[in-house]
């Protein structure tokens, strides 16, 4: 029997999407294990009704504390006293950039085994067992633990379900350690380009350093206008941190996991790093003037060309098709 800890990100009412991911796949391991998945939430006067609702994606309790959102050490404080105040096993984070930070300081806290970049979980003999693609993602190596284990998943790895039910909320007050008042935030605003959602597109058109500069991102807004209906433009780390594209749209191994229908590479490599996020892809087309460029090797249908040329001509086609 194990105890899972779930980490749930909060921020203005809203509990993030990998956490309520992290929880559901915590309580469907606890079940397999005859333990309990629970809940820690850290934010400022969050109401006991809100942080109850965490039951219905399957925690049993939720360890409410009061402290800073956004900041791992404040977590890392609450997540090691509740572990080994209630002999809890396991703790588990849904990813994204907060996840890796609190559970690499949890692990260091606990002395403890960690996992990152998870994609899933399997129980043997009642502990578990962490499953992580290596090599490129050729290979999906399996860590176990001797004791205590940190599992924190890749960006959408674990899907939340709802379930039903409410969770007990229980009062916590961790001592901070020395360390946790030396990060403060100093200012927190929407980002630019938030908005893009690539994560729910149909079609992506992904452009990449081929394009040029800034402007060559007007090319594939045509062309994904072209296509219409649930399609976005994406990119590739090389631009987003160039500042041609914002990082809501990057897609990659420190960007989002994405898996259209249809993803048109426009000037892109296809590094390793970029490829993890975008493999899973049904169809995969790229245009790049070198015919050696790795992400030919990982396309269904690969086009040896200028994108200046080529894109504009696709766009014409796929209008005139469409009727638009
Ligand atoms: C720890 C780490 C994490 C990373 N995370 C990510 C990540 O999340 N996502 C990510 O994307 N990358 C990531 N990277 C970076 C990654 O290694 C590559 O550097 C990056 O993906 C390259 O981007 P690119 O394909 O746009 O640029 P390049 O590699 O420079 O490729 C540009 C391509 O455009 C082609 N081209 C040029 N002009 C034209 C033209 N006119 N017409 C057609 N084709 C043309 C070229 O032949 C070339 O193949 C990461 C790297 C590290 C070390």
Do not use: C
Request: proline share 3%; glycine share 14%; aromatic share 6%.
């Amino acid at each position: 029997m194990a105890d899972i800890l779930i980490y749930a990100l909060h921020h203005e009412g809203t509990f993030n999407k990998n956490s309520l991911g992290a929880i559901t796949e915590g309580a469907r391991l606890a079940a397999e294990t005859g333990g309990q998945a629970h809940a820690v939430v850290v934010g400022q006067e969050i109401p006991d009704a809100l942080a109850a609702t965490l039951g219905d994606y399957g925690a049993a309790k939720v360890f409410k504390a009061e402290g800073p959102e956004g900041l791992a050490q404040p977590v890392v404080d609450v997540m090691a006293q509740v572990m080994e105040e209630n002999g809890v096993q396991y703790a588990l984070f849904g990813g994204g950039l907060v996840g890796f930070e609190a559970g690499a300081g949890l692990a260091a806290r606990l002395r403890a085994g960690v996992t990152m970049e998870v994609t899933g979980v399997i129980v043997e003999d009642g502990k578990l067992i962490a499953q992580r693609p290596i090599l490129g993602d050729s290979a999906i190596s399996q860590s176990r633990y001797r004791d205590k284990g940190i599992i924190v998943g890749r960006l959408n790895a674990f899907e939340a379900k709802t379930s039903g039910g409410s969770a007990e909320v229980v009062a916590v007050e961790a001592e901070p350690s020395p360390q946790a008042a030396r990060a403060v935030i100093v200012s927190r605003g929407e980002q630019r380009g938030a908005d893009v959602d690539i994560e729910g597109a149909g079609t992506l058109v992904a452009g990449g350093r081929g394009l040029g500069n800034a402007d060559g991102f007007g090319l594939l807004e045509e062309l994904a206008r072209a296509f219409g209906g649930n399609t976005a433009v994406a990119a590739t780390r090389a631009v987003v941190d160039a500042g041609w594209y914002p990082y809501a749209g990057q897609i990659g191994q420190t960007g989002k996991t994405v898996a259209p229908k249809l993803y048109l590479a426009a000037g892109i490599s296809g590094a390793i790093q970029h490829k993890v996020g975008m493999q899973s892809s049904e169809n995969i087309v790229a245009i790049n003037k070198d015919a050696n460029a790795p992400i030919f090797e990982f396309s269904d249908l690969g086009v040896v060309g200028d994108l200046n040329k080529i894109v504009p001509k696709l766009t014409e086609a796929i209008a005139a098709k469409r009727g638009a």
